[in-house]
């Protein structure tokens, strides 16, 4: 059995063969907190613009790699003898490749290049990945339901539930597509671990691929993701001043630092602006709170109304007020920068459902002329208008701390799953609690 550090050089050394890099003087470092991360070696230092990791898109794998090349994508052929082709990495049927949503085809590819085993081209990226036998202390929707009670009355109860329903449905319906061959081998276990490693270390194809590539593929580029072998190695800081970028003639994609490292420094990679919600689905893991940084919000679903122009059906409150240096993630999302200049009421709630809110209260009023975001997050608007907006907050966050309140876990944690899910109830409920405390003031 080889050990971490064996599998991550021959990583290294395939991605080397490809004409990629990690820079000589990061290191890929193994811990069990971190796992596995890229580290500063003794002596060295990284620098602004210095490049962290080349990676040949040739190394990369998704939904793309299914349909290269494929003569079961042009034209309708007989299946293989067996669902795993070992001569050939384009052995889905048409019907398959056509029909099924790009990226289920490609979870489906990572199922296919893991059963190759070390006859899969992937084989050096594969075996360093988690593997399915660890699913269970991976992302919240596959967990045991045990741990996942834990989460109940939160935001990302709801998600996991709606995320299992999705997993279960797009299976179901990718088998009906496949012969009867497959479903020995391209298991519903195999399926989520592929759905794990996708939705944790996966990139945006917009953001990765050279714009001369869109014209080719025959869908929408952002309707399945790329995973990129060396580069998912890079843990999460949204602090973390990177830059992404593809050379179109050299076929490269590299990683790029904009600030400086120094020896023993853990390098990150930088995924977005992504709340501790988003995180914890997407990823595993949250950011904890600190004076500098924290990372909880609670997410607040609305109906989208596109008659009135309203596309975001999702808002934040914020443990901090979004003024606060602290709430990096929060302020990224404003509308308005003038947003933060609002009244006290209003400083852990998004613009956005303000917004939201006096349009609906005031819809149907004849009296109220268009006002605009500035006006009303500083409350120039009329008292009732204000005192009904403040009130239906109040109400709506009240119902969310209640329904936190009354599913309290009923026994203690006793895992890493359970302990995480504690943490992130106790950080949802102290938003929500910070953020009534302030609405209470608009009454004083």
Known sequence: MATAAERYDALLRWVEEGGGNLNSAVEIYHDEVTKGSFRVRDSCAIGVDDTVVTLPLSKTLSYLNAIDDSPNFAASSPPPQSALDRGSSACFPAEFLKDAPPHVVGRFFLIQQYLLGSESRWWPYIRTLPQPEHLSSSLPALWPAEDVEFLQGTNAFVAVEDIKSTLKREYKEALKLLPESYRLEYTRLLYHWAYSIFTSRSFRPSLILPSGMAPSVPCD????????????????????????????????????????????????????????????????????????????????????D???????????????????????????????????????????IQDSLISVLYEAITRASEETGPVSLAHIMRGDIPEEVLTRIVDSLGSKLSIDLNEIEVNDPEYEAVNRNQQLAVQYREQCQK????????LMAADD
């Open 221 to 304: 580029l952002d309707d399945f993701s790329i995973l990129l072998p060396l580069y998912d190695i890079g843990n999460h800081s949204p602090l973390a001043k990177i830059a992404w970028a593809t050379d179109e003639k050299t076929q490269l994609c590299m990683l790029r630092s904009r600030q400086t490292y120094s020896a023993g420094q853990q390098v990150f990679n930088n995924y977005g602006m992504k709340t501790n919600a988003e995180l914890l689905l997407g990823y595993g893991f949250t950011l904890p709170e600190d004076e500098t940084l924290h990372n909880d919000y609670v997410h607040i679903r609305t109906k989208a």
């Open 306 to 348: 596109l008659e009135a122009g309203d596309l975001t059906s999702t808002h934040l409150v914020s443990l901090r007020p979004f003024v606060h240096p602290s709430s990096f993630v929060g302020r990224s999302k404003l509308l308005s920068a003038d947003s933060m200049s609002c009244l006290p009421c209003f400083s852990h």
């Open 431 to 438: 938003v929500l609690r910070n953020a009534l405390r302030s």
